[in-house]
């Protein structure tokens, strides 16, 4: 039996969500920790990022316009553990400029943006590629855009849907056009394939007879 695009990738979801259950993603405790997250997470594990948080935290950093009154030294200085982190450290003083300039640190002021407005305007932030303007924009401000990684590129490819040098662009939109636009399927989703990828669909050692995937490797489209 021929499956539709829409089709597979909803059973993929289904599989994977029976297998693993609730991803509750992404763990954070406000908006702003996750536009956080999503940035010092750029090239590094996501225990570290933890690291980093924590230290604004416990500085009393987790607020926008506070954060931005600290000097950029200081600022590396507390997210070290992230790694990269006087990069990452300019990195977060662009993106709390544009919060400033966009809506006075004010997140629920985004709201009245539009969409493909709202990604554009993130996407001009230096240091701000698609990847993470996407996760800012699904998980923080509850926009449905779905968010492609390494992983997304990984498991796909190998299971013959897409290639595996795709765009981003391409790649996002190889879900966009097939599914709901919903943010919360988009959400766990993404989710869900982070979690597959590691723990079965492993860059170097793949484990796909005991993946939940393992039966979908017939549906290439």
Same mark, same amino acid.
């Given at each position: 039996?021929?499956?539709?695009?829409?089709?597979?990738?909803?059973?993929?979801?289904?599989?994977?969500? /029976?297998?693993?259950? =609730? &991803?509750?993603?992404?763990?954070?405790?406000?908006?702003?920790?996750?536009? *956080?997250? !999503?940035? +010092?997470?750029?090239?590094?594990?996501?225990?570290?990022?933890?690291?980093?948080?924590?230290?604004?935290?416990?500085?009393?950093?987790?607020?926008?316009?506070?954060?931005?009154?600290?000097?950029?030294?200081?600022?590396? /200085?507390?997210?070290? =553990? &992230?790694?990269?982190?006087?990069?990452?450290?300019?990195?977060?003083?662009? *993106?709390? !400029?544009? +919060?400033?300039?966009?809506?006075?640190?004010?997140?629920?002021?985004?709201?009245?943006?539009?969409?493909?407005?709202?990604?554009?305007?993130?996407?001009?932030?230096?240091?701000?590629?698609?990847?993470?303007?996407?996760?800012?924009?699904?998980?923080?401000?509850?926009?449905?855009?779905?968010?492609?990684?390494?992983?997304?590129?990984?498991?796909?490819?190998?299971?013959?849907?897409?290639?595996?040098?795709?765009?981003?662009?391409?790649?996002?939109?190889?879900?966009?056009?097939?599914?709901?636009?919903?943010?919360?399927?988009?959400?766990?989703?993404?989710?869900?394939?982070?979690?597959?990828?590691?723990?079965?669909?492993?860059?170097?050692?793949?484990?796909?007879?005991?993946?939940?995937?393992?039966?979908?490797?017939?549906?290439?489209?």
């Amino acid at each position: 039996m021929t499956m539709t695009h829409e089709k597979i990738l909803i059973s993929i979801y289904e599989a994977m969500s /029976a297998r693993l259950g =609730p &991803s509750n993603w992404w763990p954070a405790e406000s908006p702003f920790e996750v536009m *956080l997250g !999503a940035v +010092l997470t750029q090239n590094t594990a996501w225990s570290n990022v933890e690291k980093a948080l924590n230290n604004l935290r416990a500085a009393g950093f987790m607020d926008a316009r506070t954060l931005d009154e600290l000097d950029e030294e200081s600022l590396a /200085a507390y997210i070290r =553990p &992230s790694g990269f982190y006087r990069l990452k450290a300019m990195r977060l003083k662009g *993106l709390l !400029a544009w +919060l400033r300039d966009s809506c006075d640190y004010d997140i629920a002021q985004l709201k009245a943006h539009d969409d493909l407005a709202l990604r554009e305007s993130l996407l001009a932030v230096r240091g701000i590629g698609p990847e993470t303007a996407d996760s800012i924009l699904l998980y923080a401000l509850g926009r449905p855009f779905f968010v492609v990684d390494a992983y997304t590129r990984r498991m796909f490819s190998r299971h013959g849907m897409v290639s595996a040098d795709v765009q981003y662009d391409e790649l996002q939109n190889f879900f966009q056009d097939a599914l709901p636009s919903d943010v919360a399927l988009f959400n766990e989703y993404h989710a869900l394939i982070v979690r597959v990828c590691k723990e079965w669909c492993k860059k170097n050692t793949p484990r796909c007879e005991l993946c939940p995937l393992c039966d979908f490797m017939e549906y290439a489209l």
